[in-house]
């Protein structure tokens, strides 16, 4: 049940493409927050 429970948890997405979606996303916002907080742009 454990297992179960950190699975419902870290595994929301119903199929593994959705779930790629997610960690793009959540990269793109690391990435904007890098991108904001770095004075030193080209």
Known sequence: TE???ANT???TAPSPSAQICLVIT?????????????P???
Do not use: A, T
């Not at 959540?26 to 770095?38: G, K, N, Q």
């Open 3 to 5: 297992f179960k429970g």
């Open 26 to 38: 959540r990269l793109c916002e690391v990435y904007r927050r890098v991108v904001l907080s770095s």
């Open 40 to 42: 030193q742009l080209p």
């Open 9 to 11: 948890v870290g595994w």
